[in-house]
Nanobody, 117 residues
Framework: QVQLVESGGGLVQAGGSLRLSCAASGSISAINVMGWYRQAPGKQRELVAI???????NYADSVKGRFTISRDNAKNTVYLQMNSLKPEDTAVYYC???????????WGQGTQVTVSS
């Protein structure tokens, strides 16, 4: 079992910044992928960014150049630094961890990010 605990959401004005954190605990394989999805009301879930244990990152086009994903493997923690936030970034952000060997996903509880115009 893997548990993920998120923190760092909140309310910010457009142009501002937030940093999300997601700490994983439990039975974690060293070979995994961590990342973030988001879901806004009435919209489909969107993959925001991923970072496998190799450290190679990938981003949705909508956040490229503004968001940075990083991870601390020693702490089993993934971060999402969000800069130049826009109202359309408003959503609940969910972190995930995928174990490559089993393709099993674990999910965080979600954290609300609200960007006011």
């Amino acid at each position: 079992q893997v548990q993920l605990v998120e923190s760092g959401g909140g309310l910010v004005q457009a142009g501002g910044s937030l940093r999300l954190s997601c700490a994983a605990s439990g039975s974690i394989s060293a070979i995994n992928v961590m990342g973030w999805y988001r879901q806004a009301p009435g919209k489909q879930r969107e993959l925001v960014a991923i970072i496998p244990s190799s450290g190679i990152t990938n981003y949705a086009d909508s956040v490229k150049g503004r968001f940075t994903i990083s991870r601390d493997n020693a702490k089993n923690t993934v971060y999402l630094q969000m800069n130049s936030l826009k109202p359309e970034d408003t959503a609940v952000y969910y972190c995930f961890l995928k174990i490559i060997a089993t393709s099993i996903y674990s999910w965080g509880q979600g954290t609300q990010v609200t960007v006011s115009s």
